[in-house]
DNA sequence: GCAAAAGTGTTACGAATACACCCATGA
DNA sequence: TCATGGGTGTATTCGTAACACTTTTGC
């Protein structure tokens, strides 16, 4: 026979957060809310919430995205749990790290507002609670990892982009410069980008021509099991 | 002023398994216990407990594979936390998985016998409970990662090894047959191996020379940003 | 002497890198 | 006409993959 419960075990706090990244002015930057409770209050946080019974992790940490930017359908991975005894000073709570990747120009900036929330660049990253360094430090690695071998950086971007954007995207990724030919010959072997017939000029007088994302081309090269993109990219 | 907990959330039943990876016989294998108690008494499961209050998510992967194999100071990575709402019949429960690398000849086969625990190769893997199968095959994706970037092969052979059977190990987790020649090269190159002068004629009657691995090059190498130890092998 | 596994080098190919000039446009 | 950013091709280097024979030893 079944029991109702495991009883005699602990049962725990679990929170999700949220590492959001965006990209703007060529910049890489991080998406964090001033904390306005205890402890702590006042300093900057990564958004994140408590875990409810019926909603999956994944499920929790949409939401979160959801409430903070209004938006759904986001690109967001687990990235690792963490589960050291006195990482919140206030109870004992295990916490679940996401990282999302969004296009800044899409989010709702009255709701970052209403959530004191502000962008950082990724290297000018105030003082953060609890471990929270650590979890930003950990997902820059991560992203850095996966953009060397996925095309995960499209996520970052409007839907038509240029490929001097995506070029400058890059190299805010891996904090380097690249070679303008190379980035270009590599990004277009990939052949997961579909040429628009628009420029768009806001940077140059010439105008550069706006690509779009082929997801579709894209899931039919990882399902032949092309899943390495860019061969290597700095690790 | 603040709080003493963060009352009105939900507290959840927080586990933790453990996917373990042996070598024995030239194959991959797994080590799973078969489950005492309710609900799916009598199927095979991997090796798990509850997080308890006062240890942290590494150290209660470290108290849950000790209680099994008797084995401390193991390889043992974080894997993935799997949260769906109704993975466990019982009661709601996140668990997080680890993956543990073990030399199968050292483990405590005394304490095997009391879990009624044994060896699976990898691909003959019985129905599992739960969500323990997903658990496996994304431990297997990880291992595969893992061992073609970081010389972690060696977790999961004696101190000392001889080349040909280096070469079987990665040939099984790989599921693939490589070139003895390039394989050789390879790791030879990495120039973290120590060859040591003793021969081991169980395989043949010419003998092969023992190798044992030297943390102290290899973290020589990491710390130089020689992150990438074998550039490519099948991903 | 022969079976069985250990050990060894070279060539060919493909990917990554380094590198410099012309083009289109608006001011 | 010129300043600015967009766009293009080639030569070299380096790592990877393919490939076959010799060595040692116990029986």
Known sequence: MAPERYKEYEHILVAVDCIIFGFHKNEL?????????EPEKGKWSLMGGFLDDDESLDEAAQRILKTLTGLHDIYLDQLHSFGDVDRDP????????????IDVETHDKELLKQHSASWFPIHSVPELIFDHEEMVLSALKRLRRKASHQPVGFELLPEKFTLPELQKLYESIYDTNLDKRNFRRRIL????????????????????????FDPKKYSRKVNNGDSLIFKTLKP
């Open 29 to 37: 930057k991080l998406l964090l809310i001033k904390r306005d409770f």
């Open 90 to 101: 206030v109870e004992r709570t295990i916490s679940v790290a996401y990282y999302a990747l």
């Open 189 to 212: 072997s990939m052949d997961v980008l579909e040429k628009t017939e628009e420029k768009q000029k806001t940077n140059s007088r010439k105008g550069a021509f706006l690509y779009r």
